[in-house]
């Protein structure tokens, strides 16, 4: 099991170190428009969609990062006082309520819909450029199974450290 | 079933305190009047159940029951929605309402609507008349003054000035007023005098431009949920549709009242009114007009209902002209 | 389940946050059980209406990354450092003074952005690490940090007088410049605040030992100044500039202020491969907590607003029987009420629709009480359970226990209470400049 939970690991920091440096790209792009309207008065047709998209993209496929690295906040007024195995039963616990129904209903809704914006060609409705959407949305589905698969690690490290008697794993 | 309350959920397309919010709650009202109160819609605006460019998708997969909104805003899901609000260069509020119902033009907005797949009922809400083109910082009278300036105009119209060398920018509606006023942007086109009265745009932008080739008219509309539609009683059916048909009238007269007024305030506050040179406005509706042709050439359902609009404007125009005295 | 309960319930659910899990979790997960049990299917297909073509395509939030991304920067550069320093060796006689400097660099930093996330944060990241070298305790520097930050949502340019604006139907212009007034006032006295606390509790903010002050008329500090402070200085003027020149709007000016931070790693010769990497990773971290918040807050208001519990407060609010001022203190109680459960962008769709004709009716400016509404909402960043601006900080230093940032916050909170209320005494602290500037 161990070895399955370092691959998910590597998937989580892998997926989100390479999109980390979308923020770059992200100001790139914007600085590149900025100075095309401002300077040349040639503003793009695509500075819009680009930077809500690649927003989009780049927070989403950060999501199973943070949780890897324990970055999503939590109220601690209670937990901060639970054993190292309390904090475990309670955080089992809670993925099984609070994480995973809600996760699988988001993920499978939002598939639902990312497939049906690929099949229908929609496109985006504001700006002249009018990019494909099916893509985008599919990888922001994407970033939601990362997190599921994150939230699996998760729950059997909790539960396995939970259920074991004094010892913890790592 | 005959007492039995029938609630529906609706979304307008602006935020509560805007002109078109107000048309919304008055036919929410007549619905509720009309049907004795069997009926009642339960005003939403904008982005209250979901974002205001989803509310197609919305009804027609049931997440509420009837969206409040024009068309245009679904023209990243079916290319040629806008048509049906206005196309830029064409139809004038009147002979839009002409074509819609006795050009075949109530035909073809269900049709769109079933062809693309959209499970909704589509039923014509109050039009209104002609958009100001643009608020700008300067006067924009011909051709030459549009070159270099940072503009921000919407589809369909913002298609044919990018085709045609005038870049266009495109930047969330609530962010246009402060970015005019800084100077991010020179001019935007933003919506109907008494819409624009009210977010204080006059205060950034000393001229306002006519006339507003890009939206003729603006044409409303409120769509159904199939199933939610067919669920209704026959008689609450027909009640329904004299309903919106007394809103669509009742609120298109009011609503021209108020832009009366709006501009009356403009010129009250030193807003210049800049009538621009019929040679340019003759050049940008040229421009809108062969960019239709072009689109309906590629796109057949496109150049059925642009073909249909041309063909009834040929038949409207020398008649409504012919009729009308030079005032 | 009547909208009623519904409304309790919802309120109720919260406290599965107290179960120590991710927050943003329990509140999605809230959000879809009692849209589900409301709304039935339906509400399923809300669901990525709201996530994806909503809060995840939402232009103005692209500011968030770019701003945090900004601090991150200028943090390991390590100008933010060392600019700290200087500024609190200057100030050595001046108990506090880091925070005073935090503050104000707070109030420069909210005439830059306009949303929440992104002031905060990057506030945060420059200012904590060096309040807590400095021995600062650890509520007053979160405090700081959280009620200064939290000004970028009411100092314009801002999200929030955006989105006001046109659901009361009054000029956004005139609501910018009307929020100028009450944000600075609220700086000025949480500054105000910050004197007097560490006169009477001088350990939470200690000042530096006499040796290690500095003169501010002499050569070196002449010298320490240009070195450390005209890097941000002119970082601020950067960003400053791009905006009110109408360069850039709100959401580029981050961008800009990236490529300025980024620049000064390169003038400072501090920046690396690993260092940028560095920061690139600490903002997705970031970045990513902020906005499954705001996926999850927008499910919770989501399924509130659906549920027709908007509704259920309104008949609450007519049902009392109050008068013209019974009314309007009715509506800022409700404000602050619902501002500890659901987001402001919640509040403002629904409630603003619901009390501003009401109010414009009983013969109330409705630009007064718009603004006396964006100043009250400042509360609802800080007030617990569901407070914004706190669960940022914690993210910035996580070791800080909750308990604690919840009382450093406390005072800050009675002082928005009292701007509030001065707004609404005197109502021209809201009006003069609209005023001044419609006559001009
Ligand atoms: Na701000
Ligand atoms: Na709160």
């Known amino acids: 099991m161990e070895k399955v939970l370092g691959v998910i690991d590597a998937i989580s920091e892998w997926t989100g170190k390479l999109s980390s440096f979308l923020i770059a790209i992200l100001t790139l792009v914007i600085c590149y428009d900025i100075i095309v309207r401002y300077v040349f008065s040639s503003p793009t047709a695509w500075g819009y969609d680009v930077t809500y998209m690649i927003y989009g993209v780049y927070a989403m496929l950060g999501m199973a990062y943070c949780d890897k690295m324990k970055g999503h906040v939590r109220m601690d007024l209670i937990y901060s006082n639970l054993s190292e195995r309390g904090k475990a039963w309670m955080d089992a616990i809670c993925y099984l309520i609070l994480f995973f129904p809600a996760l699988i209903v988001i993920t499978y809704k939002c598939g639902d819909h990312s497939i049906w914006a690929l099949l229908a060609g929609e496109r985006s409705s504001g700006s002249v450029w009018r990019p494909y959407l099916g893509p985008f949305k599919l990888l922001i589905t994407f970033g939601f199974l990362l997190l599921i698969l994150q939230g699996v690690a998760g729950f059997l490290r909790s539960l396995a450290t939970a259920l074991k008697e004094g010892r913890r794993i790592s | 079933a005959q007492d039995k309350v029938i609630k529906w959920k609706v979304q307008g397309f602006v935020p509560a305190g805007m002109l078109f919010h107000e048309t919304l709650v008055r036919t929410a009202n007549l619905v509720k009047e009309v049907t004795g109160g069997r009926l009642i819609w339960e005003v939403y605006p904008a982005g209250a159940l979901v974002p205001p460019f989803e509310g197609l998708k919305a009804v027609s997969d049931g997440v509420y029951d009837v969206n409040y909104s024009y068309t245009g805003q679904w023209v990243g899901k079916i290319p040629v929605a806008p048509l049906f609000t206005a196309a830029p260069g064409g139809l004038n509020v009147v002979d839009m309402q002409m074509w819609l119902e006795?050009?075949?033009?109530?035909?073809?907005?269900?049709?769109?609507?079933?062809?693309?797949?959209?499970?909704?009922?589509?039923?014509?809400?109050?039009?209104?008349?002609?958009?100001?083109?643009?608020?700008?910082?300067?006067?924009?009278?011909?051709?030459?003054?549009?070159?270099?300036?940072k503009l921000r105009m919407m589809p369909v119209m913002g298609d044919v000035l990018t085709k045609n060398g005038l870049p266009v920018v495109f930047m969330p509606a609530g962010e246009i007023i402060p970015n005019l006023q800084r100077g991010v942007i020179d001019a935007a086109e933003y919506s109907i005098p008494a819409f624009d009265k009210s977010l204080g745009i006059w205060q950034v932008c000393k001229y306002l431009q006519v006339p507003g080739i890009h939206q003729p008219a603006s044409q409303t509309e409120f769509i159904v949920n199939k199933k939610s539609y067919e669920a209704l009683p026959a008689d609450l059916k027909v009640l329904l549709d004299a309903a919106i048909w007394k809103s669509r009238l009742e609120d298109w007269l009011w609503m021209e009242a108020k832009n009366l007024e709006a501009m009356d305030f403009f010129k009250e506050k030193g807003i210049t009114i800049v009538q621009m040179d019929p040679e340019t406005v003759r050049t940008f509706t040229k421009w809108a007009q062969d960019y239709l042709d072009e689109r309906g050439a590629k796109d057949e359902f496109f150049g059925k209902v642009w073909n249909s609009q041309k063909a009834f404007g040929k038949k409207w125009y020398p008649y409504s002209k012919m009729f009308t005295l030079p005032h | 389940m009547s909208p009623e309960l519904t409304t309790i319930l919802m309120f109720l659910s919260l406290l599965v946050l107290l179960t120590g899990f991710p927050l943003a979790f329990g509140i999605a997960s809230m959000g879809?059980?009692?849209?589900?049990?409301?709304?039935?299917?339906?509400?399923?297909?809300?669901?990525?209406?709201?996530?994806?073509?909503?809060?995840?395509?939402?232009?103005?939030?692209?500011?968030?990354?770019?701003?945090?991304?900004?601090?991150?920067?200028?943090?390991?550069?390590?100008?933010?450092?060392?600019?700290?320093?200087?500024?609190?060796?200057?100030?050595?006689?001046?108990?506090?003074?880091?925070?005073?400097?935090?503050?104000?660099?707070?109030?420069?930093?909210?005439?830059?952005?306009?949303?929440?996330?992104?002031?905060?944060?990057?506030?945060?990241?420059?200012?904590?690490?060096?309040?807590?070298?400095?021995?600062?305790?650890?509520?007053?520097?979160?405090?700081?940090?959280?009620?200064?930050?939290?000004?970028?949502?009411?100092?314009?340019?801002?999200?929030?007088?955006?989105?006001?604006?046109?659901?009361?139907?009054?000029?956004?212009?005139?609501?910018?410049?009307?929020?100028?007034?009450?944000?600075?006032?609220?700086?000025?006295?949480?500054?105000?605040?910050?004197?007097?606390?560490?006169?009477?509790?001088?350990?939470?903010?200690?000042?530096?030992?006499?040796?290690?002050?500095?003169?501010?008329?002499?050569?070196?500090?002449?010298?320490?100044?240009?070195?450390?402070?005209?890097?941000?200085?002119?970082?601020?003027?950067?960003?400053?500039?791009?905006?009110?020149?109408?360069?850039?709007?709100?959401?580029?000016?981050?961008?800009?202020?990236?490529?300025?931070?980024?620049?000064?790693?390169?003038?400072?010769?501090?920046?690396?491969?690993?260092?940028?990497?560095?920061?690139?990773?600490?903002?997705?971290?970031?970045?990513?907590?902020?906005?499954?918040?705001?996926?999850?807050?927008?499910?919770?208001?989501?399924?509130?607003?659906?549920?027709?519990?908007?509704?259920?407060?309104?008949?609450?609010?007519?049902?009392?029987?109050?008068?013209?001022?019974?009314?309007?203190?009715?509506?800022?109680?409700?404000?602050?009420?619902?501002?500890?459960?659901?987001?402001?962008?919640?509040?403002?769709?629904?409630?603003?629709?619901?009390?501003?004709?009401?109010?414009?009716?009983?013969?109330?400016?409705?630009?007064?009480?718009?603004?006396?509404?964006?100043?009250?909402?400042?509360?609802?960043?800080?007030?617990?359970?569901?407070?914004?601006?706190?669960?940022?900080?914690?993210?910035?230093?996580?070791?800080?226990?909750?308990?604690?940032?919840?009382?450093?916050?406390?005072?800050?909170?009675?002082?928005?209470?009292?701007?509030?209320?001065?707004?609404?005494?005197?109502?021209?602290?809201?009006?003069?400049?609209?005023?001044?500037?419609?006559?001009?």
Do not use: H
């Open chain 3, 32 to 440: 879809i059980l009692f849209g589900y049990l409301t709304g039935g299917n339906a509400f399923l297909y809300m669901i990525p209406q709201r996530v994806i073509n909503g809060t995840l395509s939402e232009y103005i939030l692209a500011a968030v990354p770019l701003f945090i991304f900004m601090g991150v920067s200028i943090s390991s550069s390590g100008v933010a450092e060392r600019s700290f320093i200087v500024l609190q060796r200057w100030m050595s006689s001046i108990r506090g003074g880091l925070a005073i400097a935090t503050i104000t660099l707070a109030i420069v930093f909210a005439a830059c952005v306009g949303v929440v996330g992104a002031s905060v944060t990057a506030i945060g990241i420059l200012a904590i690490p060096a309040m807590q070298k400095a021995r600062y305790a650890d509520s007053l520097a979160t405090g700081v940090v959280c009620a200064g930050g939290t000004l970028g949502i009411l100092i314009p340019p801002s999200i929030m007088l955006i989105l006001y604006a046109p659901i009361a139907g009054v000029s956004v212009v005139d609501m910018y410049a009307g929020a100028v007034v009450p944000g600075l006032l609220l700086g000025i006295l949480y500054i105000v605040y910050v004197i007097l606390r560490t006169k009477f509790n001088p350990e939470m903010g200690p000042s530096l030992p006499k040796e290690m002050g500095l003169k501010f008329f002499s050569r070196e500090s002449l010298v320490q100044g240009f070195k450390y402070l005209a890097p941000p200085v002119l970082l601020v003027i950067l960003v400053m500039g791009s905006l009110f020149l109408g360069i850039a709007s709100p959401t580029e000016a981050g961008a800009v202020g990236s490529v300025g931070a980024i620049a000064l790693g390169f003038i400072y010769r501090t920046i690396t491969w690993q260092s940028f990497k560095n920061d690139c990773y600490l903002t997705l971290r970031i970045t990513a907590m902020i906005i499954f918040i705001a996926i999850a807050a927008s499910l919770f208001t989501g399924a509130f607003l659906n549920a027709g519990c908007g509704q259920v407060i309104t008949d609450v609010l007519l049902g009392l029987g109050l008068g013209r001022w019974g009314i309007f203190i009715a509506v800022l109680i409700i404000v602050l009420i619902l501002g500890c459960f659901i987001d402001w962008i919640g509040i403002l769709l629904i409630m603003v629709p619901i009390f501003a004709p009401i109010l414009t009716t009983l013969k109330f400016d409705p630009l007064w009480v718009g603004l006396v509404v964006c100043t009250s909402l400042q509360v609802s960043f800080l007030s617990p359970p569901f407070a914004y601006s706190i669960f940022y900080a914690k993210a910035i230093t996580p070791k800080t226990p909750l308990t604690d940032i919840y009382r450093g916050v406390m005072p800050f909170v009675a002082i928005q209470l009292l701007v509030t209320m001065l707004c609404i005494i005197f109502p021209a602290l809201c009006l003069w400049l609209p005023n001044l500037l419609s006559q001009g």
């Open chain 2, 102 to 149: 006795y050009g075949g033009g109530k035909q073809l907005f269900q049709e769109m609507y079933d062809k693309y797949g959209y499970n909704v009922k589509v039923f014509l809400g109050a039009p209104i008349s002609m958009e100001i083109f643009l608020w700008s910082k300067k006067p924009l009278r011909t051709l030459k003054d549009f070159k270099g300036l």
